[in-house]
């Protein structure tokens, strides 16, 4: 039996299991030289238990590499390894670990730059940050369309809920630099253009990932929250 499955949008895992009465026979090697033609370029993992011999023995030969979690890979065109802010990323590397601090500050600057000591000692890579305000992600209204309903925060309007958790845009900077001291990468998701113009002045080049997020926001932004 040959089995591939999706993992995520761009792998796909392999599983192979032969009758015991089949084996020695080639089929292993013969099911993986036909997975390569059926998914070309693609990047393929294996899930193999420690212990079971024979398939680490094929997979080590179809030029698989063994991973994490008992995983191994053969990259193809899709999944090869990159790098963010020196960090390896790819399928035989640690997971990269990104701690979201959104509105967990409670409005104090010194909770978001205790936060970022906690994720760094909590072995987080990266921490993530909301560039937004209220006036750019919602209305100052106060129609039904604009009251939350049901939850910790019933009857509460959006525009208050929002003007309450955003990170302060003046806050960035220093944040950004505490991250670097600490040696945890730092970054944002923006929610409107002029949040893109915002984080563009905190680092020394616009970074092609910046460029895409601002010719997406451009282009499908279709209303604020309601």
Same mark, same amino acid.
């Given at each position: 039996?040959?089995?591939?499955?999706?993992?995520?949008?761009?792998?796909?895992?392999?599983?192979?299991?032969?009758?015991?009465?089949?084996?020695?026979?080639?089929?292993?090697?013969?099911?993986?030289?036909?997975?390569? *033609?059926?998914?070309?370029?693609?990047?393929?993992?294996?899930?193999?238990?420690?212990?079971?011999?024979?398939?680490?023995?094929?997979?080590?030969?179809?030029?698989?590499?063994?991973? *994490?979690?008992?995983?191994?890979?053969?990259?193809?065109?899709?999944?090869?390894?990159?790098?963010?802010?020196?960090?390896?990323?790819?399928?035989?590397?640690?997971?990269?670990?990104?701690? /979201?601090?959104?509105?967990?500050?409670?409005?104090?600057?010194?909770?978001?730059?205790?936060?970022?000591?906690?994720?760094? /000692?909590?072995?987080?890579?990266?921490?993530?940050?909301?560039?937004?305000?209220?006036?750019?992600?919602?209305?100052?209204?106060?129609?039904?369309?604009?009251?939350?309903?049901?939850?910790?925060?019933?009857?509460?309007?959006?525009? /208050?809920?929002?003007?309450?958790?955003?990170?302060?845009?003046?806050?960035?900077?220093?944040?950004?630099?505490?991250?670097?001291?600490?040696?945890?990468?730092?970054?944002?998701?923006?929610?409107?253009?002029?949040?893109?113009?915002?984080?563009?002045?905190?680092?020394?080049?616009?970074?092609?990932?910046?460029?895409?997020?601002?010719?997406?926001?451009?282009?499908?932004?279709?209303?604020?929250?309601?």
């Amino acid at each position: 039996m040959l089995r591939l499955d999706g993992i995520g949008t761009k792998a796909l895992e392999v599983s192979i299991a032969i009758e015991e009465s089949m084996q020695g026979q080639g089929l292993g090697r013969a099911a993986l030289s036909l997975v390569r *033609r059926l998914a070309p370029g693609a990047d393929l993992a294996a899930a193999i238990h420690r212990d079971n011999t024979a398939s680490l023995a094929l997979f080590s030969a179809a030029g698989y590499a063994p991973g *994490r979690m008992n995983l191994y890979w053969s990259r193809g065109s899709i999944m090869s390894t990159f790098a963010i802010a020196g960090r390896q990323i790819g399928p035989t590397e640690p997971p990269y670990i990104i701690a /979201e601090l959104s509105g967990n500050h409670n409005g104090d600057i010194n909770r978001a730059l205790r936060l970022i000591e906690v994720a760094k /000692e909590a072995g987080a890579d990266a921490v993530k940050l909301q560039t937004y305000t209220a006036d750019t992600i919602t209305l100052d209204h106060d129609g039904p369309d604009f009251l939350i309903k049901g939850g910790p925060w019933d009857g509460r309007r959006l525009y /208050e809920l929002y003007s309450e958790a955003h990170t302060p845009w003046e806050w960035h900077p220093a944040l950004f630099a505490y991250a670097a001291k600490l040696g945890v990468h730092c970054f944002s998701s923006p929610f409107d253009p002029t949040a893109i113009d915002f984080l563009e002045t905190l680092v020394p080049r616009p970074t092609r990932s910046l460029r895409l997020n601002r010719r997406y926001t451009a282009h499908s932004q279709s209303g604020r929250d309601r």
